[in-house]
């Protein structure tokens, strides 16, 4: 014991002398937690930026939507299509939804590379909340998936979609939301998968799915019964309605096309109004989000 | 923070026990097929060294996993820096730092951009931020690589890097698990070199696992861990000293007759290791003479040596580390792929 307490004494003096920088943690705040959640969410725009292969790839699938599916499908869609407008117009919501759809989950996918690699282990031993891990990087994938979706929206002219600062403004606030709660959603099977390629085959199973249920390339109205069920338990379909609602606002067509071929979503004979709408996939995301909290706060 | 405050009113009484930065008493988790640690006490007080020496599978990692708070235990209790691991889990996490074995950097980020994480996380003063980075990366030789990417770093400038961040919040105790594992000899005895040299510069108490027996020698005092449990704590010295026997190596024309003539003229049991006869004696340079007079088979060489740790190991388990490796490789694998697979 004795040469313990000669070990100490020596690195106290020495500590002494050396210690001109001084790190004192301060208590735990707030002020911690938000910047835990801003470097979280900045660290995903830095790797976003470094990657620039991925954003490219990943509006490939979008573009082959719009423009080759888009005008292929045009003249046999055109007489179904009132006159003037282009099928390309009508499935362009739809296809913007899309182009932030793969982004946001393999950006809630990285948890799964992270736990990989290691680095997963470096935030969870850090004495912050688990909450603002998620929280930082929901923002994140919800920020580089909703700049992809923006890059995505300058292309509205090429679908006859008019540039309006107010439409605009009102589809990217639509991508931030869809983003977010895709991203939540990734998050929560990101919490249980293990291998990032499981990770990769579950998601693709399950958004592509979700993608042609939600109504982007065909009209809600006038499905069989079961399609129909299936399209209002989709909750892409709840953020769809409300981008073709806005994009057919700015279209000045006559009330009769509009109602056609944006006629909302509805259930029985409700028409559920662009409000709630947003609220559902508003609500669902900070489900997934509070799930995706409590399955990371489990220690072994 | 607890321990600063009680080394401030030890001062007045030298000769009192320093502070316990960790103590664990009773500890031990199960796991749904294996009981990794089965109880195990002891304590680390400040300043110190202090190794875990173990083969792999013996519960050394499970252990430093339960020390901060990625995993919780069975039963039995560790607090490490005054802070119970289980019911103030923030106060643990913000008086240490942490080395594991696998790298946790995010190599797509540069060095720099690595410790601002780490810094931002860990709630590190803005203005202590840049002093204190450039300090912790000249500490390692890296201030020079900041604005690398990691993904360009050999393995040994990596667990440099990750020993820099580790130390980046100043935490009061440092944890290493198996920091040299998977690097080539020079760099592990640079990476030594870089943690002594800290043992001068910080105030700072260290807990590191290892199996290589050379590098508990580093150690102010060493656990030897087996199964789960402790069967040996004290200085590497004192744990030398305990065994009391030299081993002898001696190589001969005919081994198995010279065994034979051990067992029936010395009464000594020999074994060939390495190939070699070696056995242990009391004072090997006495008992040399007394074997050539007496040992009817040539001998071609002789060495004897002092107990090392090996034999220290050897002594407490009944089996050489390596010998124990090889048998926990199966548990190993299960762990391994549990760690990969678990829940954190």
């Given amino acids: ?16 002398l050396v210690a001109e920088i001084r790190v004192a943690l301060p208590e735990h705040g707030l002020g911690h937690d938000l910047r835990a959640v801003n470097i979280v969410w900045r660290r995903e725009l830095i790797r976003f930026r470094t990657d620039r292969l991925r954003a490219v790839t990943s509006l490939i699938q979008p573009f082959l939507f719009l423009f080759v599916l888009g005008t292929g499908l045009s003249s046999l869609a055109r007489r179904g299509m009132p006159a003037g407008v ?56 919800a920020t580089i998936a909703t700049f992809q979706g923006i890059v995505f929206l300058a292309l509205a002219w090429f679908a006859h979609v008019p540039y309006n600062v107010v439409l605009l403004l009102t589809l990217i606030g639509e991508l931030l939301l869809l983003s977010f709660t895709l991203t939540a959603f990734g998050l929560m099977m990101a919490a249980r998968i293990k291998q990032f390629q499981s990770f990769m085959a579950l998601t693709q199973m399950l958004v592509m799915p979700l993608f042609f249920l939600s109504g982007a390339l065909y009209p809600l109205n006038g499905l069989p019964a079961w399609l129909s069920a299936l399209t209002r338990i989709d909750p892409l379909t709840y953020i769809v309605g409300p981008m073709r609602h806005a994009v057919f606002g700015y279209l000045n067509l006559p009330a009769r096309d509009t109602q056609r071929l944006a006629p909302g979503i509805t259930w029985g004979s409700w028409v559920v109004p662009v409000g709630v709408s947003l609220g559902i996939v508003a609500v669902m995301g900070l489900v997934m989000m509070a799930i995706a909290i409590a399955e990371f706060r489990k220690t072994e | 923070m607890m321990a600063a405050t009680q080394a401030g009113t030890g001062s007045d009484a030298g000769d009192r026990l320093l502070p316990a930065v960790i103590s664990v008493s009773s500890l031990t988790k199960r796991y749904e097929d294996v009981e990794a640690v089965r109880g195990i006490d002891f304590e680390v007080v400040r300043g110190e060294t202090f190794g875990f020496l173990g083969p792999n599978g013996a519960g050394k990692t499970t252990t430093i996993k339960i020390l901060c708070t990625l995993a919780s ?8 820096a005054g802070h ?46 840049a002093p204190r980075t450039r300090q912790v990366l000249d500490m390692v030789g890296l201030w020079d690589r900041k ?21 980046l919040h100043a935490p009061h105790v440092l944890f290493l698990d198996e920091p040299t594992v998977g690097l080539d000899p020079q760099t592990r005895s640079s990476i030594w070199k870089y943690i002594n040299d800290l043992k001068g510069r910080e105030d700072i108490t260290i807990f590191l696992t290892t199996h290589y027996m050379d590098e508990a020698e580093n150690c102010d005092r060493i656990a030897i861990i087996d199964h789960g449990k402790i069967v040996a704590i004290d200085t590497p010295e004192a744990l030398k000293a305990s065994v009391g026997k030299d081993r002898v190596q001696i190589q001969t024309a005919d081994d198995a007759t010279a065994i034979a003539a051990l067992a029936e003229s010395f009464g000594i049991e020999a074994a060939v290791h390495d190939g ?69």
């Avoid at chain 1, 014991?1 to 003096?13: H, P, Y």
């Avoid at chain 2, 235990?73 to 490490?80: E, F, L, P, Q, R």
């Avoid at chain 2, 990691?150 to 130390?167: D, N």
């Avoid at chain 2, 008992?287 to 007079?293: D, E, G, I």
Wanted: with cysteine.
């Fill in chain 2, 84 to 129: 119970d691991t289980r019911t103030e889990q923030d106060e643990v996490r913000r008086n240490i730092g942490l080395v594991f074995q696998d790298t946790t950097l995010d190599t797509y980020l540069t060095a720099e951009q690595n410790l601002r994480f780490h810094a931002a996380l860990y709630a590190v003063p803005k203005a202590v931020i």
């Fill in chain 2, 276 to 344: 070699a006869v070696t056995f242990s004696v009391a004072s090997g340079e006495e008992f040399v003479p007394r074997l050539f007079a007496e040992l009817t088979v040539p001998i071609r060489s002789v060495s004897v040596s002092r107990p090392s740790l090996d034999d220290v190991f050897m002594s407490y388990t009944g089996s050489t580390i390596r010998d124990a490796e090889a048998s926990v490789t199966d548990v190993m694998r299960r762990r391994a792929a549990r760690w990969r697979g678990g829940r954190r």
């Fill in chain 1, 86 to 141: 282009d099928f390309k117009t009508f499935i362009y919501p739809g296809v913007l939804a899309m182009s932030v759809l793969f982004t946001a989950v393999f950006s809630a996918g990285s948890i799964v590379w992270d736990r990989e690699f290691g680095f997963l282990r470096e935030m969870l031993v850090a004495p912050v909340r688990r909450a603002s891990l998620v929280i930082g990087k929901c923002l994140g994938g």
């Fill in chain 2, 147 to 167: 604005d690398n990417l990691v993904s360009t770093f050999s393995g040994g400038m990596q667990r440099r890097l990750e020993i820099a961040r580790g130390l």
């Fill in chain 2, 73 to 80: 235990a069975t039963s039995g209790s560790a607090k490490v």
């Fill in chain 1, 1 to 16: 014991m004795v040469t313990q307490v000669a070990v100490a004494a020596e690195a106290d003096t020495e500590a002494a």
